[in-house]
């Protein structure tokens, strides 16, 4: 029997030196029909050069500009035909055997849309990496966590989040879904840019009735910050602007207002606190941050008739019915293990 077909989509941006390092990892999984895709958006580094030069077998998609993440990956996806689709980042180490589990996975029930592996740091192999962990939640407020990483606490992998099971979102670091839904929900949201586009996507797989699942079978390994540094003003600026999109996209209406106030008044709080750091870049990220998003809030409003009916939150799988705010910050909770979370 044929094993279903499987494109690994990497996505790169002068980022030629992790896919010198990186892609012979994609090349040697061990799954017996599948190819590796670089979809090269304009780099100047001579990445789409080097990939002609030194791995003749890779699909190369080369454009002109730089699209960012999501859009980049929308004109990328268009261009195939197989029957899964891995988003996969340029700075991820895969293991040999991490493609099977997660076809296995889908395979074995239609109404599994997405997953994603087990991510662990690329640097301290023994600890879930920030990007995903094991699994990808958010809370009643919709900021996101995961299994394995709470804020910025790392986990050390002990195997306690062996189990497959139904998560909210799913890493973009490594993403594997279903090309006719991801077409049907209207793929990634290219006005996103980059960050928390893949839980935008996500949100409207399972409003759309798909459940997102995590896969540690299946296991890479993230190096983070391949494209943009974690400690960059330019990164708080997105993180903060496309949460507030995320909600007012996909939230019930009559949840959205009393989550996007309370969200305000949170924001601001982390702009204080940024201030009294001394990190006033940050505070003005986050300003400007709002900014941005009032002055398009018509157009992030119209966006909701072009996702499936929006569905409450607590209806929906991997949502912590609290503050992950308050009990982490407030109530010391470090791992996901002690949140009070029904038994998965």
């Known amino acids: 029997m044929n094993q279903p077909s499987v494109s690994v989509v990497i996505l790169n941006f002068n980022t030629r030196n992790l896919l010198e390092k990186l892609v012979p990892f994609a090349l040697k999984t061990d799954y017996p029909n599948f190819e590796v895709v670089v979809a090269d958006n304009g780099s100047t580094d001579g990445s789409e050069e080097m990939i002609r030069a030194k791995f003749p077998e890779v699909k190369l998609i080369a454009f002109e500009s730089n699209h960012g993440f999501a859009e980049g990956y929308n004109k990328a996806l268009a261009q195939l035909d197989t029957d899964y689709w891995v988003l996969l980042n340029s700075d991820v180490e895969v293991d040999p055997k991490w493609v099977t589990p997660m076809v296995e996975l889908l395979e074995s029930n239609p109404k599994i849309g997405a997953a994603q592996p087990k991510i662990k740091d690329y640097n301290q192999r023994e600890y879930f990496e920030y990007a995903g962990a094991s699994g990808g939640w958010i809370d009643k407020y919709a900021y996101p966590f995961c299994r394995g990483r709470i804020f910025n606490h790392l986990e050390k992998d002990e195997a306690q989040y062996n189990d497959a099971v139904k998560t909210f979102w799913a890493s973009g670091a490594a993403l594997m879904i279903r090309p006719e839904l991801f ?136 949502v912590y019915d609290r503050s992950i705010v308050a009990s982490h910050f407030i109530e010391k909770v470090k791992t996901f293990d002690r949140l009070d979370i029904p038994q998965l």
């Open 183 to 318: 077409k049907t929900v209207g793929g990634l949201d290219g006005d996103f840019f980059a960050h928390m586009e893949e839980i935008d996507l996500c949100w409207r797989v399972q409003n759309a009735g798909y459940e997102i699942w995590v896969c540690p079978e299946s296991t890479v390994y993230h190096m983070g910050g391949g494209t943009l540094d974690a400690q960059s003003a330019r990164k708080t600026f997105l993180n903060f602007r496309n949460n507030l999109a995320l909600i007012t996209k996909n939230m019930v209406a009559s949840e959205w207002i009393k989550v996007f106030l309370i969200r305000l008044v949170l924001d601001g709080v982390a702009g204080a606190k940024f201030l009294l750091d001394g990190k006033a870049g940050f505070t003005a990220a986050i300003v400007k941050a709002h900014w941005s998003f009032f002055l398009k809030l018509p157009h992030w409003w119209r966006k909701r008739k072009d996702v499936p009916k929006q569905q409450r939150l607590r209806a929906l799988n991997g």
